[in-house]
């Protein structure tokens, strides 16, 4: 717990640092390493299904919640079981940076 704990501060630190530089590059890699766009599609803005979310230009924080809340569970309703699956592949830090990067699309 305690090593978690030491690797998760160490990769915040790095991503903050990365941060500074080139945040919407990571948080398009991660948005495209993580398989987000296999249903919101490459631009974020073509899902597979019409009833999927388009997320390019969303709110920063927004995003961010109903991220963390499907990932929790908290957030259940409609099609949400579809993308938690994937959830398990990011953590807090990594959808901030995704947020960060669809809040900066068209
Ligand atoms: C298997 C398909 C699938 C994958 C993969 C997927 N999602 Fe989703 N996502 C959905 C669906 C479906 C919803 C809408 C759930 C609902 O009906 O309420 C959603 C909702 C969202 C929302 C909330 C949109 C809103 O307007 O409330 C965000 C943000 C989001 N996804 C980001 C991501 C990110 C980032 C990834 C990659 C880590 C990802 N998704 C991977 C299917 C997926």
Redesign the pocket.
Known sequence: MKLNKTILLTSSIVLLSALSTSASADGAA??SA???W???GKDAKTP??P???K?AG?NRD???N??KD?KSGA?N????A??Q???G??NEA??GE??DW?SSLK
């Open positions: 991660l948005y993580k398989t987000c296999s249903c919101h597979l299904l009833l999927y979310p997320l969303q927004y995003a961010l109903q991220m499907i957030r309703n409609g099609m949400a579809a993308m699956g994937v959830m592949l990011v990594e959808m995704i947020a669809l």
